[in-house]
């Protein structure tokens, strides 16, 4: 008999899509500068100025954006349909994405996501770890509620 696990996470993250971009596709992280702990509660990733370690990491070919800059976020909730956004990529210096952004643009549409399907969660209890791509421009982010604070 299998043995019960105690839970004080509640985290989703869909598998990937069929494997096609399992390798070769990249993780975005998010990570408050300074801390030794990933992830950013949504509360703060909607402040301006906020300081993420690695932003100068990315390029904005790494996201695979459409001709207009523009990436698709697919957010969704256990029990809830998904919902599809279009973010607007910044970049800045010979095309470096601007994480402080995205991580505003992602945490918003998360907001909205929630709010709409009335979904009862504390937005400085939920966290945005990273984005995983699922298709070609297709990102989803893997969020976590976090009960201890």
């Not at 992280?29 to 949504?42: A, T």
């Not at 918003?108 to 009335?118: A, D, M």
């Amino acid at each position: 008999m299998p043995r019960r696990r105690r839970h004080s996470t509640v985290s989703f993250a869909a598998p990937r899509a069929n494997g096609l971009f399992g390798r070769n596709s990249i993780r975005i992280k998010f990570k408050r500068k300074g801390s030794l702990l990933g992830g950013i509660n949504l509360a703060e990733a909607q402040m301006r100025g906020i300081r993420l370690s690695n932003s100068e990491s990315y390029y904005l070919s790494d996201m695979h954006p459409n001709r207009y800059d523009n990436v698709y976020l697919k957010v969704r909730w256990p029990g809830h349909q998904e919902c599809t956004y279009q973010l607007p990529l910044d970049s800045y210096d010979n095309g470096r994405l601007d994480l402080e952004t995205l991580a505003r643009r992602v945490a918003r549409s998360c907001v909205h996501y929630f709010q709409n399907n009335r979904i009862p969660v504390s937005w400085d209890r939920m966290e945005l770890k990273c984005l995983d791509e699922l298709e070609f421009g297709v990102w989803e982010p893997q969020l976590t509620v976090n009960h201890i604070l």
